[in-house]
């Protein structure tokens, strides 16, 4: 790495990076904190800008942080479009409004009775920005860099516009998941006060970039991944190359993010709830072997790459450190496998106070999610997406719905929370693949609920987007909120992520309101004195089977084989034949095979089972305090 900057490049050399609203304003960005660490090992002075903590200290922390987990349509992003396009852009308020009504409750959540929602785009949002352009001498850095991700495009642009009016020589640079593929492109493309785009990864190709600038950047700059303005030959695209390793990557820095919550005196009102961000993986193993039909994440760089367990643990206690924070959320798509035993066991064996949110597989077994919760992970996101087998293999999940509900009755065992939708839309799907998950629901009731119950979104690097023929994915449009962000000029297809579309072969959405009702219900229940429970008590030989809501319980007296045969599939599903085998060999039970399977479509019956595809699953947890 220290390669790629001429060691006589002079220290004075200053660069500014940029993270802007609407990135939550309880996590530093790993993206700055990053790259900052890269290039200030080889002699480049970085200055972090934070002004999205900036917004969240004016508009209140629980409001911005509203406004933040907002996705679907580019409510976030039209906001800003009258700071960064001029007063009169687009549409008025109501008419947005009108479009798109549901955003009306969602914007009187964020909104005090003070601030309605065009006084926040025509007045509060612009003003902001005028001001953060004021507080910097922008003239004394050799570029300036912004991160985009999420629906951060259009205030990064209201800011790049006023820094480059009043400093036309200062180059500005944009990056993030925003840039890539023709997003990138275009963005450049449209706006001309941006000068370079980095498409994909940047660990390697922004230290380049920069030595490229400092030597005084003459020539096309021949960097993988870089957009640049050419006076020649207009816009200059290099073609994306992939990180190969990221196993030596620094710490990131996150020591501007917390000097700038002192500043503004905000930390107290953050410190619950900041959480550091950390990079053990990047890519997805199962996405390349597998990509799931409906994922748009990771672009061209699905490779799967990671980092060895004593180097991240070495990370998280510098961090930790460095910042007194003990809560991380792991930016990873998925989890490295050998992270049981040279990671999280070291961490349990340790004792150390870490708490970690991580995404997994979910067909993950009980022993390693048992090891996870003891090494401190207290939220994880399994990608369950559905209760049905054959719309999971429509998703090509890699896993069945037993895997699912085994799934979520650990992680509720183990007090983990768990971030999961139930998703419906996929070609090929039928109303009885529903109407079977309908009851499913009923007979998990304790088990901790979906956030929602919704139709697939159409994401640009998706295999339903790429190969949209091969399955019947017609009238491909963006999505259409982005009509009201964006100038006319932009070419909306090549800078959108979300996409409007007709997929055939799948059922309309009247047809899924029992779904969707049924899982409100579900999430109004589940917590409160009249939640539901199913417990199990062993007794010797026995179980006490009790369930119900509230204080109507009732109590099941389960003996002899049937307990037996129930504790069997408790952790795994199982198959009669193996049942039998089990009983056989551990219990010297002599059963056959026919027998094993009424009683266990019996305890099915009763709704304290589940069968699929000739396995069961026990849905009763060992005791809860």
């Not at 790259?35 to 629980?62: K, M, P, T």
């Not at 768990?418 to 998990?444: C, H, R, S, V």
Request: aromatic share 10%; hydrophobic share 40%.
């Amino acid at each position: 790495m220290n390669m790629l900057i001429n060691a006589t490049v002079p220290i004075q050399r200053t660069i500014a990076l940029i993270n802007m609203p609407l990135a939550s304003a309880t996590r530093p960005s790993i993206q700055l904190g990053l790259l900052s660490a890269i290039v200030e090992s080889v002699g480049v002075r970085v200055d972090q800008h934070y002004f999205n903590l900036d917004l969240a200290r004016e508009l209140g922390a629980d409001e911005y942080e509203e406004l933040c987990r907002h996705r679907g349509n580019m409510t976030g992003e039209w906001l800003f479009s009258v700071a960064a396009f001029g007063a009169g852009f687009g549409p008025t308020t109501e008419d947005y409004l009108a479009a798109f009504p549901s955003e009306f409750d969602w914007l009187a959540k964020v909104n005090s009775a003070d601030l309605n929602p065009r006084d926040l785009r025509e007045q509060v949002l612009p003003d902001f920005i005028e001001r953060m352009a004021a507080s910097v001498d922008w003239s004394a850095y050799s570029l300036v860099g912004f991160t985009s991700t999420f629906q951060q495009n259009i205030a990064c642009l209201a800011l790049a516009r006023r820094i480059k009016e009043r400093f036309p020589d200062v180059p500005l640079l944009f990056g993030g998941s925003n840039t890539n593929d023709t997003m990138g492109v275009e963005l450049i493309r449209s706006f001309p006060y941006v000068d370079y785009v980095l498409r994909g990864e940047a660990d390697k190709t922004f230290p380049q970039l920069l030595q490229w600038l400092f030597e005084g950047g003459r020539g096309p700059a021949k960097i993988a991944g870089l957009v640049s303005r050419n006076s020649e030959h207009g816009l200059l695209v290099e073609p994306e190359a992939p990180v190969a390793s990221i196993a030596d990557n620094p710490i990131p820095n996150y020591r501007p993010y917390f000097q700038r919550l002192t500043e503004l005196k905000f930390g107290d009102m953050l410190c619950s709830q900041v959480v550091l961000p950390f990079e053990s993986s990047r890519g997805c193993w199962w996405g390349a072997k597998q990509h799931c039909t409906f994922c748009g994440l990771n672009g061209a760089t699905m490779t799967y790459r990671k980092k060895r367990g004593s180097t991240i643990l070495a990370e998280l206690k510098e961090l930790a450190s460095r910042h007194w924070v003990t809560n991380f959320e792991a930016v990873d798509n998925i989890v490295d496998h050998k992270q049981f035993d040279d990671l999280f066991t070291t961490i349990r064996e340790q004792q150390l106070s870490f708490r970690f949110f991580y995404e997994i597989k979910a067909n993950i077994s009980r022993h390693d999610l048992e090891t996870l919760a003891a090494a401190g992970v207290r939220a994880v996101q399994p990608g369950i997406e559905s209760l049905n087998s054959r719309i999971l293999k429509l998703m090509k999940k890699g896993a069945g719905v037993l895997h699912n509900v085994r799934c979520l009755k650990w992680a509720r065992y183990y007090r983990m929370s768990t971030m999961w939708n139930i998703l419906y839309g996929f070609p090929g799907e039928t109303k009885a693949d529903y109407e079977a998950q309908l009851d499913i629901i009923d007979k998990i009731q304790h088990l901790q609920p979906p956030m929602s119950a919704s139709r697939i979104w159409l994401e640009r690097f998706a295999p339903y987007f790429k190969r949209r023929e091969e399955y019947a994915i017609t009238e491909v449009l963006p999505t259409s909120s982005y009509r009201y962000a964006y100038p006319s000029q932009v070419n909306l297809s090549d800078i959108a992520y979300f996409f409007d579309y007709i997929a055939k072969d799948t059922l309309p959405d009247e047809d899924q309101q029992p779904l969707v009702r049924a899982v409100q219900r579900w999430k109004d229940s589940w917590q409160g004195p009249n939640s539901y429970r199913l417990d199990y008590r062993r007794i010797g030989n026995d179980l006490l089977l009790d369930r119900g809501r509230g204080t109507d319980m009732v109590t099941t007296r389960i003996s002899g084989l049937p307990a037996t045969a129930y504790l069997m599939c408790e952790d795994a599903g199982e198959s009669p034949d193996r049942i039998a085998a089990m009983l056989r060999t551990n219990s010297n039970y002599v059963i056959g095979v026919e027998d094993v399977r009424d009683i266990l479509d019996l305890f099915c019956e009763h709704g304290v089972m589940l069968s699929d595809e000739g396995r069961y699953l026990s849905l009763a947890l060992p005791i809860v305090d």
